[in-house]
């Protein structure tokens, strides 16, 4: 069965940081990925996926993540975090039937000035 | 373009009753499917309706109904409220008509229930 494994509830970085967002995924068929931002009290908003292209992906605001299949690894990272990066961060996948996203418990991810 | 919106933004209940959830999908799309999600946890699928009828559900009990209109919009119904049905409910819409399926699921603002 498919699942995700997001490393780390919390994660803390300086204005201009590297951020790097863990995320770790089993699955029994070639994966679909997402990574998913929610605000506080709003719904969540598609960062960038994986659908069997590219192996890097890029996506909005500066994010990016890399699919690396011998580490069953979709780790998420921006060169350098800005305050408004601040917010929760969902790693999921599809399931086997390509119906259902499965997502991470998620990261909140904090930056300071 | 008309994001995908729910109503009620907030709703309190009280244990036992029963509560009905809107949702209108993005512009273009026919797929609607429903997330739970507790406070602290990443959401958790409810069910999917396509073509006015539920295609897969989620481990939910049936106290946890749908319905989807000929419009596309949906309804979650949520009968004998429990504490624990207290959460953040997601909708998510996406395209897969005409052979024109696309991965992305797109969320609405969500609706607050307390159930108290």
């Known amino acids: 069965a498919q699942s995700v494994t997001q490393l780390g509830s919390h994660v803390s970085v300086s204005e201009g940081a590297l951020v790097l967002l863990r995320c770790n995924y089993s699955s029994s068929v070639p994966p679909y990925l997402f990574w998913y931002v929610q605000y506080p009290n709003q719904g969540l908003q598609l960062l960038l996926k994986?659908?069997?292209?590219?192996?890097l992906v890029k996506g909005i605001n500066g994010f990016e993540a890399e699919f690396k299949k011998s580490e069953t690894s979709f780790h998420l990272t921006k060169p350098s975090a800005h305050m408004s990066d601040a917010a929760e961060y969902f790693c999921?996948?599809?399931?086997?039937?390509?119906?259902?996203?499965?997502f991470g418990k998620g990261t909140t991810l904090s930056v300071s000035s | 373009d008309a994001g995908v919106t729910q109503s009620p933004t907030h709703l309190i209940k009280t244990r036992g009753q029963q509560v009905t959830l809107r949702c209108s999908p993005k512009s273009g799309h026919d797929t609607v499917s429903w997330y739970q999600q507790a406070l602290g946890q990443g959401p958790q699928f409810i069910f999917q309706?396509?073509?006015?009828?539920?295609?897969q559900r989620g481990n939910f009990p049936d106290r946890f109904s749908g319905h989807q209109f000929p419009n596309y919009s949906s309804e979650l119904n949520v009968n004998a409220l429990l504490l624990g049905d207290s959460a953040l409910y997601l909708c998510?819409?996406?395209?897969?008509?005409?052979?024109?399926?696309?991965?992305?699921?797109?969320f609405g603002p969500g609706t607050r229930l307390t159930v108290t």
């Open positions: 998510a819409s996406s395209l897969e008509r005409q052979g024109r399926f696309s991965y992305e699921q797109y």
């Open positions: 999921a996948v599809y399931n086997q039937a390509g119906t259902a996203l499965i």
């Open positions: 994986y659908t069997s292209a590219a192996t």
């Open positions: 309706y396509y073509e006015e009828e539920e295609r």
